[in-house]
């Protein structure tokens, strides 16, 4: 069994001793500049924040978030739920036409399908999807899981910031509003859903895919 750790926050939403991870990373995640450190005690834990209060704060720390922010990522969900919703899109072209569906797990039956949308980008179509799946179930007063196989679209929605290289144009006019509709809707909406990492190298291609690899 892991030792349990307890994790300082210098700078963040909330500063203080959180004694998980989840909870830590809610005050660190997408904070500019914010800082923290693991510790195996809560008597280090606290003479680090005590430092802090001196306005002292170790190099190392500093260093440590810095890394962390290198090695996010989605591991893939380890059990398969089938009572859920799976999302993916399909983009002929980079950039080109793009669509998006969500369908449910266990029968395949298809829930919503956006028709394909001009000069956009694959990582945009799925972001949608995810969002688009967040809101239906949100009508539907339901808390299933949503499975996407897009590490890119989950993070997206969960800092709620679309990091798109691609210009918002004439021709993208479409996909680019919807993206701004979700990012209201993330921003103004409270969620339980789930929203989890296919495993592919475990489950195949998630049953949302459009099959045009």
């Known amino acids: 069994m892991p030792s349990k750790k307890y994790y300082a926050v210098f700078k963040g939403r909330k500063t203080g001793i959180f004694t998980s991870w989840e909870e830590c990373e809610e005050q660190i995640n997408g904070f500019s500049g914010a800082l923290y450190k693991s510790f195996k005690t809560r008597e280090e834990a606290e003479a680090a924040l005590e430092l802090t209060e001196q306005n002292f704060i170790p190099p190392s720390e500093q260093k440590e978030v810095k890394q962390q922010k290198t090695k996010t990522k989605i591991s893939p969900a380890k059990e398969l739920i089938l009572d859920s919703v799976c999302v993916d899109a399909s983009c002929l072209g980079n950039p080109g036409y ?25 990582n945009l ?89």
């Open 98 to 122: 793009v669509e998006y569906r969500g369908i449910h797990t266990a029968t395949h039956k298809v829930i919503f399908h956006k028709s394909p949308m001009p000069n956009g980008t694959n």
């Open 125 to 213: 179509g799925e972001f949608l999807a995810i969002v688009h799946a967040l809101a239906h179930l949100k009508n539907q007063v339901s808390d299933i899981p949503i499975y996407s196989d897009s590490e890119t679209a989950i993070l997206w929605v969960k800092n709620k910031k679309v990091r798109t290289k691609l210009n918002r144009s004439t021709d993208n006019e479409e996909i680019f509003n919807l993206v701004d509709r979700a990012l209201n809707w993330l921003e103004s909406h409270e969620y339980t859903n789930p929203i989890l990492k296919w495993n592919t190298m475990s489950w195949g291609e998630i049953p949302a895919d459009f099959g045009r690899k």
